[in-house]
């Protein structure tokens, strides 16, 4: 049992993204064609998170041409890029399933505003290793 926990953290993510329920997310999503490789943004609303140590997910939907889509990403995968929190949602739920069937204006959330929107749009940036210049020769 042991070697799973292992296993396990060796594949999570030191630094994840902070955001929560109800959010509007770009998720930055790495596409392998071939053998190129590039980022695709899929932005839409956090509708759910599932916890279960390396298996965490969190579903976004969004409405492209009419359509809901509805998409899960696995927190700790190598293919995400990053999570990019564009506005803080305000709502009183754990499951935003209810969602799904509302149209138009009925299906927007609140925006959260003040103090804990704040909080919660903190970007934490990664540090920077620092760059030596070369000595001049004079």
Do not use: C, W
């Not at 609303?45 to 965490?56: C, D, P, Q, W």
């Not at 927190?75 to 009183?92: D, F, L, Q, Y």
């Not at 925006?111 to 804990?116: A, F, I, T």
Request: zero cysteines; proline letters at 4%; charged letters at 30%.
């Amino acid at each position: 049992m042991n070697e799973i926990r292992q296993i396990e953290a060796a594949q999570m993510k030191s630094s994840l993204d902070e955001f929560r329920i109800g959010d509007t997310v770009k998720v930055h999503f790495k596409i392998v064609e071939g053998t190129t490789e590039r980022i695709q943004i899929y932005e839409g609303l956090v509708i759910a998170v599932k916890n279960s140590r390396t298996g965490k997910t969190f579903t976004v939907r969004k409405n492209s041409y009419g359509v809901g889509v509805e998409r899960i990403f696995p927190v700790h995968s190598p293919r995400i890029a990053g999570v990019e929190v564009t506005r803080a949602g305000k709502v009183r739920r754990s499951k935003l399933y209810y969602i799904r069937e509302k149209i138009g204006k009925g299906a927007k959330i609140k925006e959260l505003l003040g103090p804990k929107a704040a909080r919660s749009r903190a970007v934490v940036a990664p540090p920077v290793a620092a760059v030596q210049e070369p000595a001049a020769n004079t």
